[in-house]
């Protein structure tokens, strides 16, 4: 966070139009799309703020800008605003809570990268005009089932792993044909991206894990955003989402075998030296799958993984990743195949960083004793 914000001019809040204005809901609605449009942050964020002040619910207007274009910032536009709105909820909901935290997103948004206009979404397929004519489709939806829960929700995350993304994106229309809910798309889709991370194969480049982290994370901050606050603009980030998971297809050739539950008794314990030492990738993926599919109690393996977090000097896509894995994995049956893989995805993230360096804990040592007032070196 220093780092962040060294050498930074201060944040000035921009003060809203006033009640005696008179703007409704939605013109403010349109105004503020229309100001991230044009990349106008200051005018947005004064449209913000009114309608915070009058009272509105800023949500719709916010992931409506957040989908306008696709995958905006590589998913982390989406993430981010969802993180905003769960920071509200953990200050209270209030209207003084929301125009503390919402109102420092909009530079982000409207400064955001939009994948269209780069080479991977029109070159060799143009997705980006795929994503348009998909997402007529979908609004247009009227559902003549019910989906069931979990099969058929797991069977579409399998399918949006394809190599088409014709029929990627048609999966979804299909699915929302047959009854799927907002939720259910969207918990299929983040399950789709965490299976790019528990098929992820070590021969990839190190660095590649970000991109299926982005693509993963990404997914959950949309479902989470979906089961608090389903919207027709917001649904179309399922399809940003799901083409997004079928470009990262490439770092699934070859993909990882799946976990399996290892021979011998279960041990949490046997997880530390996949953190330790370098080459326990698959190691720890299946311990965690193991554990999960026994039926046991998930609480030590969640602790377990959080423990591997904080022992290390974790980066900010780890706690991402890990925090993604765990309220993905609670979205699934206990002891399911699905939660199991999702669990075994993140276990092998963490094993795949480890071990780092670990100047954190002791640069924290020294502060705790220098606060005691102890003496760090003495002559002998």
């Keep these: 966070m220093a780092r962040d914000t060294r050498n930074r001019p201060p944040r000035f809040p921009l003060t809203p139009l006033g009640r005696s204005s008179g703007l409704d809901g939605d013109r403010l609605l349109s105004w503020y799309r229309?100001?991230?449009?044009?990349?106008?942050?200051?005018?947005?964020?004064?449209?913000?703020?009114?309608?915070?002040?009058?009272?509105?619910?800023?949500?719709?207007?916010?992931?409506a800008a957040?989908?306008?274009?696709?995958?905006?910032?590589?998913?982390?536009?989406?993430?981010?605003?969802?993180?905003?709105?769960?920071?509200?909820?953990?200050?209270?909901?209030?209207?003084?809570?929301?125009?503390?935290?919402?109102?420092?997103?909009?530079?982000?948004?409207?400064?955001?990268?939009?994948?269209?206009?780069?080479?991977?979404?029109?070159?060799?397929h143009d997705l980006a005009s795929l994503v348009a004519r998909t997402s007529e489709r979908l609004a247009a939806v009227r559902p003549a089932g019910q989906l069931r829960d979990p099969e058929d929700v797991a069977g579409l995350a399998w399918r949006l792993l394809e190599d088409d993304p014709v029929a990627v994106a048609g999966s979804i229309v299909e699915a929302a044909e047959a009854g799927a809910t907002a939720e259910q798309l969207g918990r299929a889709l983040a399950l789709g991206a965490a299976l790019r991370i528990t098929r992820f194969h070590t021969q990839n480049?190190?660095?590649d894990w970000d991109?299926?982290?982005?693509?993963?994370?990404?997914?959950?901050?949309?479902?989470?955003?979906?089961?608090?606050?389903?919207?027709?603009?917001?649904?179309?980030?399922?399809?940003?989402?799901?083409?997004?998971?079928?470009?990262?297809?490439?770092?699934?050739?070859?993909?990882?075998?799946?976990?399996?539950v290892p021979d011998g008794d279960l041990d949490l314990a046997a997880l530390k030296p996949c953190w330790d030492e370098q080459g326990g990738v698959d190691r720890a993926g299946a311990i965690?799958?193991?554990?999960?599919?026994?039926?046991?109690?998930?609480r030590p393996l969640v602790a377990a993984l959080a423990h591997a977090l904080l022992a290390e000097d974790a980066e900010f896509h780890w706690y991402q990743t890990v925090e993604a894995a765990v309220r993905q994995f609670a979205a699934w049956p206990a002891g399911s195949e699905e939660a199991a893989l999702i669990l075994a995805g993140a276990a092998r993230f963490l094993a795949a960083h480890t071990p780092t360096r670990r100047e954190l804990p002791h640069v924290v040592r020294i502060a705790a004793r220098l606060r005691r007032g102890e003496e760090l070196f003495a002559e002998t």
């Excluded at 769960?86 to 209270?92: C, F, K």
């Design 34 to 63: 229309r100001f991230i449009e044009t990349r106008s942050g200051d005018a947005a964020e004064r449209v913000l703020v009114t309608a915070l002040e009058n009272g509105e619910d800023v949500a719709p207007m916010m992931f």
């Design 66 to 124: 957040a989908t306008d274009h696709v995958f905006l910032d590589g998913g982390h536009t989406l993430d981010f605003t969802n993180k905003a709105f769960e920071a509200v909820e953990q200050l209270g909901g209030n209207g003084a809570a929301a125009a503390l935290v919402l109102p420092t997103l909009v530079d982000q948004t409207a400064g955001a990268s939009r994948s269209e206009e780069g080479g991977r979404w029109r070159h060799p």
């Design 205 to 207: 480049d190190f660095g």
């Design 211 to 260: 991109v299926v982290h982005h693509g993963f994370t990404a997914a959950n901050g949309l479902h989470q955003a979906l089961v608090r606050r389903p919207t027709p603009e917001l649904l179309r980030g399922v399809i940003h989402g799901a083409l997004r998971v079928y470009l990262d297809r490439f770092l699934n050739v070859p993909a990882a075998r799946l976990p399996q």
């Design 288 to 298: 965690a799958y193991g554990w999960v599919r026994s039926g046991r109690d998930s």
